[in-house]
């Protein structure tokens, strides 16, 4: 505590980010989550911002599977899964979500982040080329700075600057090439094109890896993920995604794709041989929920109507969104103060969304990010537009004001 100069730097840079308006508070919940969440003033909200796609996060039935696995199993393991914190809880989970994901085995990490922090490293090095969609996750980015293969970079969702990277990497006489990309965007909505990153990889004789931690549970017409959507089922390398959001919003990670990697991943991916293993409830409910929706897209299915309907109806009160079919629906407000202020009303009007503005989104394009649920009722979203609505007018930003 010598050291007066290291607090006060960082008590200036804390000042700095809440004069730029980058600090970011914590709302505090005090109810389960869900369509309707309880603030801790006592007010209810509808919530627009949490990753529950499915609606399974505050669910009775996933909170009942959780506890069964609790009882079952136990609170924790105290252990790493290769010393004596391997369940058959875990063992049944991995091939759950090898059967889901249509791969051949599953490794469980204790968040996506470790999954993708701990996949690369093992796997590739200095000869090899990693090619990386510029607007891909922040823990893919950390892991392939872990890594020491040749990093290229191409325009986010870009298929000729792709190509380009592809032959940069030939050229250059690398051994192997992946090409990784998130299965979504999580800021856009955008859907990677998995079928021209295919046939990309089969010409240039690369690997893929996809991230579909805003995809596994409801994207494709059975909820498998981004490569069912894009109709390339069995052609991805690597698979990682999370069981924090649609999967039931615990936490927890993973990464799937052939018995050789996984394999190699299990012996030499360090977030996995470092850190405690995945809380058997957490594993016990994410079974649950897999078995769920492996009986059923009514979920899935409902999840799209509110996603048609929302994208239609917030276009039609006058309000600009990006195109699309995912449930991430940017509804742009271009100005960063507008975007703020935009937030902080809705939010007095009882509706819970996240704003961005730069530098997490371009300059100019700030927006507020609206998230549907299958846990929404038609009667909420209604009011939810009615919201938006008031608010534009007040602000004086509908396009046919
Ligand atoms: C949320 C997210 C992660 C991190 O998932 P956790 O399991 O919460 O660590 C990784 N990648 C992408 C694309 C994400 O959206």
């Known amino acids: 505590m010598s050291d007066q100069a290291f607090y006060s730097g960082l008590q200036a840079k804390l000042e700095t980010l809440r004069n730029d308006g980058l600090f970011k508070p914590e709302r505090v919940i005090a109810s389960r989550q869900g369509a309707i969440v309880t603030a ?181 017409k059975t909820g498998r993920g981004t490569h069912e959507h894009c109709g390339v089922i069995g052609k991805i390398d690597i698979i990682t995604g999370t069981l924090g959001k649609a999967l039931g919003g615990a936490m927890g990670g993973f990464t799937s794709g052939r018995k050789e990697v996984i394999e190699t991943l299990r012996q030499k991916s360090r977030p996995y041989l470092f850190s405690n293993t995945l809380a058997p409830m957490i594993a016990g409910a994410s079974l649950s929920v897999l078995d769920r929706i492996s009986k059923s897209t009514e979920l899935r299915d409902r999840l799209h109507e509110n996603t048609a309907y929302f994208r239609k109806e917030i276009e039609r009160i006058g309000f600009t969104i990006k195109p699309g079919t995912h449930p991430v629906v940017p509804v742009m407000l271009f100005d960063a103060p507008i975007a703020q202020k935009f937030a902080a009303r809705m939010f007095e009007l009882g509706v819970l969304l996240s704003g961005f503005f730069y530098p997490v989104v371009p300059m100019g394009q700030a927006r507020v990010r609206v998230q549907l649920s299958a846990a929404h009722t038609r009667e909420q979203l209604d009011t939810v537009l009615k919201a938006f609505e008031q608010a534009g007018k007040e602000l004086g930003i509908l396009k046919n004001q």
Do not use: W
């Not at 909170?63 to 875990?90: D, M, N, P, W």
């Not at 990490?109 to 922090?117: M, S, V």
């Open 40 to 220: 801790q003033d006592g007010r209810t909200l509808i919530n627009m911002c949490a990753n529950n796609y499915l609606g399974l996060s505050g669910d009775e039935q996933t909170s009942t599977a959780a506890a069964a696995a609790l009882e079952k199993y136990g609170y924790g393991l105290s252990s790493v899964r290769f010393i004596c914190g391997t369940q058959t809880v875990h063992k049944e989970l991995e091939q759950k979500l090898s059967e889901f994901l249509g791969t051949e085995d599953t490794i469980l990490y204790a968040a996506a982040f470790d999954a993708n922090g701990g996949v690369f490293e093992p796997l590739f090095d200095e000869n090899d080329a990693i090619i990386s969609d510029a607007l891909n996750h922040a823990s893919i980015i950390d892991g392939v700075r872990l890594c020491k293969a040749a990093r290229y970079r191409y325009a986010n969702n870009d298929m000729a600057d792709l190509e380009k990277q592809l032959i940069a990497a030939t050229e250059a006489g690398k051994r192997h090439k992946i090409i990784v990309t998130d299965g979504v965007f999580s800021m856009d909505g955008t859907i990677a094109q998995l079928d021209k990153i295919v046939e990309l990889a089969e010409k240039y004789g690369a690997l893929t890896m996809i991230d579909e931690s805003h995809a596994s549970g409801f994207m494709g």
